[in-house]
């Protein structure tokens, strides 16, 4: 049962490079998340999206893009790293079944190091 | 707006302890759906708990039990007789019916050390 698999685990990127995060689930689920985990500040959603074709910011944009390839992919792309990007990101996925929220299932998480 | 906290940064029992971790929320929605997750050393993040707004019933699973109550916007997480293994960071975790597609809002976390 793979659930959530993130690529690549670890990455180390020097300011000004630019790099995608993929993430892909097999549940079927709708909705996706990216969220980054910084130490004592718990999970800050970057983006999400609903379903396939539609993304929405979260609380912390800024520097990142997203796509929701298909159902089963949502990919990251910081376009222009910088050092405040460094951070451990996560990518989850969700279902609202009969107008009900469901938990959410997470990948293993990217550590990203930006020097 | 939603939110969530998690007031106790960091707690330190010695194992056999029952421990008690604090959530409140925050919230103009009437309906909406809390979470507990664990995060262990390891980095995963793994999904215990999940109560709705309407379902105000205690639970108890083996030594893990959570009391929910909607007068105090409280959902406290209680570990009975703790274990080495349940040192962790655990969210708490609030997601709006409203705010759509399922999203969540997370509390900072507690770090839970368990020391033998």
């Known amino acids: 049962n793979a659930g959530v698999t993130q690529t690549p685990k670890f990455q180390v990127l020097k300011t000004g490079q630019s790099m995608t995060l993929q993430c892909a689930q097999d549940m079927n689920h709708n909705s996706m998340y990216w969220y980054r985990q910084d130490p004592g500040m718990g999970l800050r959603l970057i983006y999400y999206s609903a379903s396939e074709g539609t993304t929405d910011k979260g609380e912390v944009p800024n520097g990142y893009n997203v796509s929701r390839l298909n159902k089963r992919e949502f990919s990251l792309r910081l376009e222009s790293a910088a050092p405040s990007q460094t951070s451990v990101y996560f990518c989850?996925?969700?279902?609202?079944?009969?107008?009900?929220?469901?938990?959410?299932?997470f990948g293993d998480g990217t550590r990203l190091s930006i020097l | 707006a939603q939110k969530v906290t998690q007031a106790q940064t960091e707690i330190s029992v010695v194992e056999k302890e029952d421990v008690t971790l604090d959530c409140v929320y925050e919230?103009?929605?009437?309906?909406?759906?809390l979470f507990w997750y664990k995060q262990p050393p390891s980095g995963e993040l793994v999904f215990l708990i999940r109560?709705?707004?309407?379902?105000?019933q205690n639970e108890i699973s083996g030594r893990y039990s959570w009391n929910f109550q909607k007068s105090t916007s409280s959902f406290n997480f209680t570990i009975t007789a703790s274990q080495v293994v349940d040192s962790a960071v655990y969210f708490c975790?609030?997601?709006?019916?409203?705010?759509?597609?399922?999203?969540?809002?997370f509390g900072d976390g507690t770090t839970l050390t368990v020391k033998p």
């Open positions: 109560r709705n707004s309407f379902d105000e």
């Open positions: 989850a996925s969700s279902e609202v079944v009969r107008q009900a929220n469901q938990p959410q299932h």
């Open positions: 975790a609030l997601s709006e019916a409203l705010a759509g597609a399922g999203k969540s809002t």
């Open positions: 919230t103009r929605d009437t309906t909406y759906y």
